[in-house]
């Protein structure tokens, strides 16, 4: 529904966004995430049309976003945007939904009715005559989101909705972000540098990094096949570095790492130098003698446990095998096998599960990236 092609944006001498190429789909839930200064803020102001592009063009629907100002401002009533930073009027909660409803001249009965509804979409019925600004910092992104949303906007953009916010108050907006896509089928762009945010939310991410968007994608796609080692990083994966590709037989590879064979599938061919992925999640731990029968499509690497952390209902096992690996187990079975540091243990992981990405050193084979 919104099409980004070939946008940039400079400030100055200073391009801050930079070729951007993205399709919105209508009703979807999209988060840019990236880290901070990446340039989701300038980029989700070009969306909303409160900035221009100094290159490129955003449609929406199939009208040019380029055309004069009436037409932008037509456009851009078809959106709604909560900052970073929302500040709410010195009145009622009730006045403060209403105003950008009254501000466009609507009928007194049917800005109620509507303020009503957005009220209890977001859950503050009961507080409509308090004060806004004696309300929690929850309380009040909720009030700014009811505020966008009583508009009736086709589409929701949200800057770092819960950045200031406790972990009981992000989960009640996140839950509302995910209705009001739901319930009221809003197209919904979230910008966060917060990943698990993007995980929890969106059914597509894209990652931002100095200005560019480095990869687009299934949450799946970003998760376990990040492009190159800094999205690996920001996605919580540490790469494993200095592997370099043995042989390859139909994308089943061989690759040597830190003097251990690890098995991985991947179209990379022999002499390239990689670095592994893998994911916590996907590391099974046994006892040393219990090492499943030998599979072609499966490594068993024995090691070390050297450090156990509590995480969640889960427990993150550090284990040194030559390379280090950690596997994320429950904490019952991490009772189970009695885990404790210094112990032997075998680390069970498909050749499958782990991601292989080029080296970003090695010039003959430089590293892809995908947008779509
Ligand atoms: P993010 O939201 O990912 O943290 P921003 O889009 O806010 O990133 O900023 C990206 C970069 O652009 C930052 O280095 C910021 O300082 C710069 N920037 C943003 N807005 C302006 C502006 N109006 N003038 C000059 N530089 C800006
Ligand atoms: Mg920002």
Redesign the pocket.
Known sequence: MIRISGVSRK??E?E??SGIDLAIRRGEIFS?I????????????LIDLLDRPTRGSIMFEDSSTEGPEHERRAIRRRMAMVF?KPGVLNATVEQNVAFGLEFRGMQKDRVHERVTSALEMVGLSGLSQRRALTLSGGEMQRVAIARAIVTGPEVLLL??PTANLDPLSTGIIENLIVRVNRERKTTVIL?T?DMGQGQRLASRIGV?MD?HLVQTGEIYDIFYHPVNRPIATFVGIDPVSDGIVESNENNLAIIAVHGVSVQAVTALGKGQRVALCIRPEEVTLSLPDACPPASSARNCLAGTITRLLPYGPFTRVHVDCGIPVTALVTRRSSEELGLAMGMRVNATIKATAIHVIPDPEDKDNPPHTTTG
């Open positions: 400030f100055g200073r801050v966004v840019i990236g880290p901070s200064g990446s340039g989701k803020t300038t980029l989700l102001r970073q800057d770092e910008a540098h931002m200005g």
